[in-house]
């Protein structure tokens, strides 16, 4: 079954919920939440989350890479990424750096709504005379020589939708 340890950014998301497999987070992000509306979300979705803490040694493998590629993680990020290094899990996360340390320790990672909006948000591409759609690489109407334009198709759905 496949595993996702969520960063404190995922949990405010409410990524847990819509997740297959196994969800874990570690005490030091549950501890980040900390409105109540999300901590009620949280307690929501609590019997799908594990929590768990990662050992030392993970950890330090972690922060070590985090110095050698010059991101700074804090120690909640830093124990997101150790956790899913010891359990083989794909990390959720927002934070440019947290997914940066994540993938060059080899660990799937991705992101909870920035990539998700650009895979999700769809665009037509439309002559604005003749409102026929074309191609997203055409740039010119084959019909009247019209610059064509863009326009969003609908708005990202919030959805389990747009991952790979
Ligand atoms: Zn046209």
Avoid at 15 to 29: A, D, R
Avoid at 102 to 121: F, M, P, Y
Avoid at 124 to 137: G, M
């Amino acid at each position: 079954m496949k595993r996702f340890v969520h960063d404190t950014g995922s949990l405010l998301a409410g990524m847990p919920s819509v997740m297959p497999g196994e969800n874990y987070t570690t005490p030091l992000n549950v501890k980040e939440v900390k409105d109540e509306e999300s901590r009620t979300a949280l307690a929501r979705y609590e019997a799908k989350l594990k929590v768990l803490e990662p050992g030392q040694e993970s950890l330090r493998a972690v922060k070590e890479r985090a110095r050698e590629l010059g991101e700074r993680l804090s120690e909640a990020d830093a124990a997101v990424v150790a956790l899913a290094l010891e359990l083989g899990a794909v990390v959720l996360s927002d934070d440019y750096g947290v997914l940066n340390v994540a993938k060059s320790l080899g660990l799937e990672a991705r992101s909870v709504r920035t990539k998700g909006i650009t895979e999700t948000l769809r665009w037509v591409n439309y002559c604005p005379f003749c409102r026929k759609a074309y191609p997203p690489n055409v740039k010119e109407c084959p019909d009247c020589g019209s610059v064509l334009v863009r326009r969003p198709a609908s708005k990202a759905p919030r959805s389990r939708r747009g991952k790979r």
